[in-house]
């Protein structure tokens, strides 16, 4: 007789999820492939709809083919070197809004073409290496009275819960409800509120109760953990003569609680010729959730980080200096760690790294020290900067991680060929006495044409 438990009936439903991911994707993307010039000419514009047949029928089609192409190469034999290729894109619908609703669904696909080693020890896990199609966001929207709401699949823009939109082939996206409300006295102040139940990484084709379980480095990871999700709530302040501040609170239902307060100002004062100098500070505290499942517990993080820099129109030069002190008996000995920030594609505002860094560096308490210029225009972007990690002994979660200094710096280069055209190149090279990784570089090319109705870069 088949005995029926729990675990059966879960994994029956994460097939039938992913299933019906695939037909709903796989019918609405390969047109992207094939037609992106139709789409630009035919799709009408996204605007307030007439009537309910209108909201139904009419709409706009955005989307982007790309391809990116992963290298890795390790100094230590306990490591093989990596390369993943990969070829998509993906295809976006939006209807126009109806009474303040409207709806938008999005298909995304990555496929290897037979380019990639068959040895998983041999692809990069970031990239997909096999054939993924997902129907990655599925929502309904109200826009109104100063609100904006979602329900259903979509991407987020939080500190330490994003989707991480260009690292990678297809975004980090998260099942739930939620959105934010802008104060009618002044619509720079904004309020945002969200329940995630489920969470689908980078390269999965489907939607589940876990988390990241990053880092890289199979052996020093922090451990998915299978939970209800998570719930923020955050306060967002900006434009004013372009100081920003926020604060955020998570639960990560069965992991850990999180806080966190940033704020950047200019200094006006200071003004040389069109060099704005700014400072910003940061904290984040971590501690305790309820229900915590193994191996969280003791939970005692706090983290420090103060910027001081300079604009002037395009470019962009500071300075960045965190630390996380020490807790004997905490953690991971105090050390940081977000449920949901991705490892090598650190998209939080901390600073304590850059993107290529392997998150081994990560898990540990210590002091990061990190050196920035940034170039941004509409043509050309240009990223260098360099890195400093004093890390502290931490007893990780599988054996020990010593104290260590690692070196590291990198170059993102970046240029529109055309309005719609794009061409990114990235080279990292890491120094870390690391027994696991040793030294170490990495080199990412990525072509992304976009077709369609244009979208802001963050809505992809």
Not at 247 to 262: C, E, M, P, S, V
Not at 278 to 302: C, K, L, R
Not at 355 to 367: A, D, F, H, I, K
Request: charged residues 20%.
């Amino acid at each position: 007789m088949l005995k029926i438990t729990k675990t059966t009936i879960n994994e029956v439903q994460a097939m039938e999820i992913k299933r019906v991911s695939k037909v709903a994707a796989l019918i609405i993307f390969p047109l992207a492939l094939f037609c992106g010039r139709c789409f630009a000419e035919a799709s009408p514009p996204t605007t307030e709809a007439d009537s309910f047949g209108d909201w139904l029928s009419q709409g706009s089609l955005y989307g982007e083919g790309k391809t990116m192409t992963f290298f890795q190469e390790y100094g230590s034999s306990e490591m093989s070197n990596r390369r993943t290729h990969s070829f998509g894109g993906d295809i976006q619908y939006q209807s126009p809004a109806f009474q303040g609703f409207s709806f938008g669904l999005a298909g995304y696909g990555a496929y290897n073409l037979g380019l990639n080693p068959s040895d998983t020890a041999q692809v990069e896990p970031y990239l997909p290496s096999d054939n993924v199609t997902v129907l990655g966001k599925a929502y309904l929207r109200y826009q109104g009275y100063g609100l904006d709401l979602k329900a259903g699949r979509m991407n987020l823009d939080t500190p330490f819960a994003n989707s991480g939109q260009g690292w990678t082939m297809i975004p980090a996206l998260f099942q739930g409800l939620g959105g934010s409300y802008s104060l009618p006295i002044n619509p720079d102040i904004k309020f945002y509120g969200y329940r995630i139940y489920r969470f689908k990484p980078f390269s999965a084709d489907y939607f589940g109760r876990g988390d990241t379980g990053s880092p890289e480095i199979t052996d020093t990871s922090i451990p998915s953990v299978d939970s209800n999700g998570f719930t923020t709530l955050g306060l967002r302040y900006g434009q004013l003569y372009h100081a920003k501040a926020e604060a955020w609170y998570y639960n990560f239902d069965k992991r850990a609680q999180l806080a966190f307060a940033g704020a950047e100002i200019p200094v006006q004062s200071l003004k040389v010729g069109s060099w704005t100098p700014y400072w910003g500070a940061q904290y984040v505290h971590e501690w305790d959730a309820s229900d915590q499942a193994f191996p969280y517990e003791n939970i005692d993080t706090s983290l420090y980080s103060a910027r001081i820099g300079a604009r002037s129109g395009s470019h962009d030069v500071y300075f960045v200096a965190s630390r996380v002190p020490e807790r004997d008996g905490a953690f991971l000995n105090g050390g940081f760690f977000a449920p949901y920030t991705f490892g090598i594609y650190d998209n939080t505002p901390l600073e304590s790294g850059q993107p290529l860094v392997s998150m081994v560096t990560v898990n540990q308490p210590g002091t990061a020290l990190a050196l920035r210029y940034a170039y941004h225009s509409r043509q050309a972007l240009a990223v260098l900067g360099v890195t400093r990690l004093e890390l502290k002994d931490s007893p990780g979660i599988y054996y020990p991680l010593p104290a260590m200094n690692v070196n590291a710096a990198f170059m993102i280069l970046g240029y529109n060929i055309t309005e719609r055209l794009h061409l990114e190149f990235e080279y990292d090279i890491v120094h870390s006495p690391n027994e696991v990784t040793g030294n170490y570089r990495s080199e990412r090319l990525r072509l992304v044409y976009k077709f369609g109705k244009m979208m802001s870069e963050g809505d992809y």
